[in-house]
């Protein structure tokens, strides 16, 4: 089975810094697309980053300048480097990628998510 588990997140001030994780783990044969999203309070779910296999990069508006996302292919892992931290970061992360499972007949994609890790923000 593929699992994503994520790590990093936590508790910083207003500036601060913070470096998100996303490791891919289980029968992979390959993995495409990866992206980070965020889900606030109250609000629906937003996707804030992404990156393909080649690390060809898109940000959301409110993220350009100040997230950095990237992958190390060798390692099956993602990150998102996360600098000038506002109170309106704040939300749960989460990991997505499309993954060929080892094994899989026909060969294809398939979405998976991580289990959410928490960034706060305080003024």
């Known amino acids: 089975q593929v699992q994503l588990v994520e790590s990093g997140g936590g508790s910083v001030q207003a500036g601060g810094s913070l470096r998100l994780s996303c490791a891919a783990s289980?029968?992979?044969?390959?993995?495409?697309?990866m992206a980070w999203y965020r889900q606030g309070p109250g609000i629906q779910r937003e996707l804030v980053a992404t990156?393909?296999?080649?690390?060809?990069?898109n940000y959301a508006d409110s993220v350009k300048g100040r997230f950095t996302i990237s992958r190390d292919n060798a390692k099956n892992t993602l990150y998102l480097q996360m600098n000038s931290l506002k109170p309106e970061d704040t939300a749960v992360y989460y990991c997505?990628?499309?993954?060929?499972?080892?094994?899989?007949?026909?060969?294809?994609?398939?979405?998976?998510w991580g289990q959410g890790t928490q960034v706060t923000v305080s003024p």
């Open positions: 289980g029968s992979i044969f390959s993995i495409d697309f």
């Open positions: 990156i393909t296999s080649s690390g060809s990069t």
């Open positions: 997505n990628a499309h993954i060929a499972p080892l094994g899989s007949s026909p060969r294809r994609n398939y979405s998976y």
